[in-house]
């Protein structure tokens, strides 16, 4: 059943999610772009802002619209809230005896919830669960963010020039992973129920029956967002194509900066380092996000093994497009277009798997 909840009556959303101690996280403008970060009033939403993201290129521009969600994604996916940047694991004591004692420092738990996630960000959650959470060892770190996570679905109306999302079968509208799911028209948002935790919400807010010219207004603004030009194979034979001299042409491009790893909401890679006190009776053991473009990721015993941005790109890629199916049964890409407009030399995985397969 589709429900309606009025844009004047939305405030409550947010002060039920507050009152039921839910940390708040949501959609706001901070330094030229679109970011999730606390929100602790409605007026913090992006009101009438809208993107324009090329290879390269993010910019955003005032419509003067009512809309608070008519934008593409930004740089921040949800990735942070679930798999962070950088968490300390565990710490070793030496205690007088000289003996050790190991303690695992689990995070704080805290009750999130995220409005305004897209399509191509609950695919991609759905990938890191399976991931951090179906293999023979769960990541009891990840577990915790994970469980503590409510999830407000946005679907989207407007699809950024770099967006990619129908291609891979992941968007824009949202099907699944959701707790409730809004869509937004000019005064409300029909809103559906996709768990228990969301029927529980639902029930503390003024909704109405969603009418038939709301449900018709919301799937004819959702249209819009179907408008999408780039377009990338389910699984290129990335595998066969691994001397292709066109890996050198993208090598001669990337600067090896990393960005693509750090905003695409997929990737999962980290490192594990030791932080020793100075006084030498204990030492914390940290993870921090790595990336296939750092150097370090692929030193072993000697050195090394992958040394140039050519080596690094088409590591990033194969893995991605190729070794996922493997891995996971599926593309690690979701479509979202971030590592696109975010590559500051504007290199564009679909224009590249496009010169690799022609
Ligand atoms: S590879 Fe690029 S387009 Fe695909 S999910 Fe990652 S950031 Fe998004
Ligand atoms: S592909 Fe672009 S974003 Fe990724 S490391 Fe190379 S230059 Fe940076």
Redesign the pocket.
């Known amino acids: 059943m589709q429900h309606f909840l009025t844009r004047a009556d939305f405030p409550h959303l947010l002060t039920s999610l507050q009152a039921e101690g839910h940390h708040c996280i949501a959609p706001q403008v901070r330094h030229g772009a679109i970011v999730f970060d606390t929100l602790e009033q409605v007026s913090q939403l992006p009101t009438g802002w809208q993107d324009t993201q090329q290879p390269g290129h993010y910019r955003l521009h005032q419509t003067g619209s009512p809309y608070w969600f008519d934008w593409a994604n930004g740089a921040a996916a949800i990735k942070p809230h679930t798999f962070a940047p950088q968490e300390n694991l565990w710490k070793v004591v030496r205690d007088e005896s000289g003996r050790l004692h190991f303690k695992t420092i689990l995070p704080k738990p805290q009750k999130i919830a995220i409005l305004g996630v897209r399509a191509c960000d609950l695919a991609a959650l759905a990938l890191q669960d399976q991931h951090f959470l179906h293999g023979e060892y769960p990541d009891p770190y990840y577990q915790q963010r994970r469980d503590n996570l409510l999830l407000i679905g946005v679907n989207c109306t407007h699809a950024a020039a770099t967006c990619f999302c129908v291609s891979t079968g992941d968007g824009p509208v949202i099907r699944s992973g959701y707790d409730l799911l809004l869509s937004e028209i000019d005064d409300g948002f029909v809103l559906e129920i996709g768990s228990e935790r969301g029927e529980h919400l639902a029930k503390q807010l003024p909704l109405h029956a969603a009418s038939p010219t709301q449900q018709a207004t919301a799937q004819q603004r959702m249209q819009a967002a179907t408008q999408q030009s780039r377009t990338l194979p389910e699984k290129p034979p990335l595998y066969d194509l691994l001397q292709h001299p066109h890996w050198e042409d ?1 090598g001669a ?9 750090s905003v695409c909401p997929t990737c999962f890679c980290h490192q594990e380092v030791e932080r020793p006190a100075l006084d030498g009776n204990s030492s914390t053991h940290e993870r921090l996000w790595n ?1 296939c ?1 750092d150097p370090s990721h692929s030193h072993i015993h000697g050195g090394a093994v992958r040394r140039t ?1 050519k080596d ?2 088409r590591q ?1 890629l194969t893995h991605k497009l190729a070794g996922w199916h493997e891995q996971f049964g599926r593309s690690g890409c979701t479509g979202c277009g971030r ?1 696109i407009s ?6 564009d995985l679909t224009a590249e798997v496009g010169s690799l397969t022609a």
């Open positions: 993208v491009r990337c600067i090896a900066c990393g960005n693509c790893t990336s473009f941005p690094y790109y990033w590592c975010w590559c500051p030399v504007g290199i």
